[in-house]
């Protein structure tokens, strides 16, 4: 079982950053693969960011280049740095735990209990 705890959600201004933090309670070296998912009311959970083991990244068009992922092993924490922010990025965050398939499809096994993003002036 792992257990994962998201921080650093909050209000900010159009065109500002936020970093998010996901503390795992096991070393997150054994974990295949790690990602952040966001969800507004009446829509279905996004993938926005994954990051392999070995470091390797994907996101979606609507957050490349402003959001980066990265993890830190020897802290089992997984950040998600949010810049130029909009207000369609208005959210719940949440951290994943999982695997990326033969296919290339992440599946996350494990999820935090979210943080809330605003964006709004």
């Known amino acids: 079982q792992v257990q994962l705890v998201e921080s650093g959600g909050g209000l900010v201004q159009p065109g500002g950053s936020l970093k998010l933090s996901c503390v795992a309670s096991v070393s997150i070296f054994n974990i295949n693969a790690m990602g952040w998912y966001r969800q507004t009311p009446g829509k279905q959970r996004e993938l926005v960011a994954r990051?392999?083991?070995?470091?390797?990244?994907n996101y979606p068009d609507s957050v490349k280049g402003r959001f980066t992922i990265s993890r830190d092993n020897a802290k089992n924490t997984v950040y998600l740095q949010m810049n130029r922010l909009r207000p369609e990025d208005t959210a719940v965050y949440y951290c994943s735990a999982g695997y990326v398939n033969s296919r290339g499809y992440y599946l996350p096994d494990y999820w935090g209990q979210g943080t809330q993003v605003t964006v709004s002036s």
């Open positions: 990051i392999t083991r070995s470091g390797s990244t």
